[in-house]
C-alpha cells in the first residue's frame, strides 16, 4: 500500500471499513502499516466504520504491541472527537486500572494527553505511525515550492 496510488489506497479503504479482517490486520508490524495507510486516506465514513468495528476490542487492542498503533492514528486523524470518545476513550476508561497496569497499553492514555511524545513512546514506534494527513484544502494553499533552473 505504501508504494500504491492514493486512488487504490481510498478503494482498499472503502472494501475493508468496518470489516473484521483490519482487525486481524493490526496484530503485525505489516499490518499495523498498511491500516495505518488505510486509516490515513480513509474518508470521514470509513473511518467511522473502523473506529466501529473496534467496539469491545478497545482494550484488547491497546495492549497488543502493535495495535496499540492503529489506535494511537485513529486518535490522530478522526476529526470526530465525540466519536472518539465514545468508541475508544469510553472503553479505555471503563478499564483503566487494567489499561494503567500493563506497560503496552498505558501508551494509548498517554498518547491522549501528550500525542506523539517521544516520552512516551520509542522512537521506533512512533516511526510506525503514519503521518498526519494533509486535508486536501491545506496542500491548495500551500506555496509550491519549485527550484528555478540558473
Known amino acids: 500500500l505504501k508504494e500504491a496510488p492514493v486512488s487504490m489506497v481510498k478503494e482498499a479503504a472503502e472494501s475493508l471499513a468496518g470489516d473484521q479482517a483490519l482487525v486481524r490486520m493490526m496484530h503485525t508490524l505489516e499490518g499495523v502499516t498498511a491500516v495505518n495507510t488505510i486509516v490515513t486516506h480513509a474518508g470521514v465514513k470509513e473511518r467511522k466504520k473502523i473506529v466501529k468495528s473496534l467496539k469491545g476490542l478497545v482494550v484488547k487492542v491497546a495492549q497488543d504491541e502493535y495495535g496499540k498503533l492503529v489506535l494511537l492514528n485513529l486518535m490522530d486523524v478522526v476529526d470526530d472527537t465525540v466519536l472518539i470518545r465514545k468508541a475508544i476513550v469510553s472503553e479505555l ?32 514506534l512512533l516511526a510506525l505511525l503514519a503521518p498526519v494527513p494533509v486535508s486536501e484544502a491545506e496542500a491548495a494553499q500551500a506555496p509550491a515550492t519549485s527550484a528555478k533552473a540558473p
Open 93 to 124: 476508561q471503563a478499564d483503566l486500572f487494567e489499561v494503567a497496569s500493563k506497560k503496552s497499553a498505558r501508551s494509548a492514555v498517554l498518547h491522549l494527553l501528550a500525542p506523539r511524545s517521544p516520552r512516551y513512546l520509542p522512537p521506533a
